[in-house]
């Protein structure tokens, strides 16, 4: 009996792989729109992330975000200054569940990298999250802490669990 569950165990799994692999596929994979919807196909990396930048809009399985504007964050409160030789950076998005079911962003899945290396998030009250019903809209910044002498910072989001594409938001 314990042979025959065992068997049993494993084809469900096999399935459960199986469904997930044949339910992935090239459509789910983001795009990046600039200007008046024209998809740039030179967005996309040798490793299959795409770069958006100021004024694309990246199109995922279930979201449609608008990168509106990046900059340095100077607004911060007296209580939580950056540290010494830092300055803190954000971008600004616009996000739109375009899926039939709720669709979740929030600052807390995206990451930053000055000249390749981690750096920590800040929060400020407008960053953007929220779960949102088909057809609805939020928008808000992220926030980053960097070295005020880096020379290339880059904001990761990932598009695609399975496959591990990002979208990689590039700061100016």
Not at 56 to 69: G, P, Q
Not at 90 to 97: C, H, T
Request: hydrophobic content about 35%.
């Amino acid at each position: 009996m314990k042979k025959i569950l065992s068997v049993l165990m494993a084809i469900l799994v096999l399935a459960t792989f199986a469904l997930f692999a044949v339910g992935s596929s090239d459509d789910d994979s983001a795009t990046v729109s600039q200007g008046e919807g024209t998809t740039a196909n030179d967005t996309a990396t040798s490793n299959g992330n795409v770069t958006v930048k100021v004024g694309d809009v990246l199109k995922t399985s279930n979201l449609e975000i608008t990168y509106n504007e990046c900059g340095e964050h100077k607004g911060y409160s007296q209580y939580s200054p950056p540290k010494d030789g830092y300055k803190y950076i954000y971008i600004d998005l616009a996000a739109k569940n375009i899926a039939d079911s709720d669709a979740y962003i929030s600052y807390f899945e995206f990451n930053c990298y000055a000249d390749d290396v981690a750096m920590e998030s800040h929060y400020e009250d407008d960053g953007i999250s929220a779960t949102l019903s088909a057809g609805r809209s939020t928008s808000g910044k992220v926030y980053f802490e960097v070295p005020k002498d880096a020379e290339k910072i880059e904001i990761e989001y990932e598009t695609d669990f399975w496959d591990n594409q990002k979208a990689i938001f590039v700061v100016e």
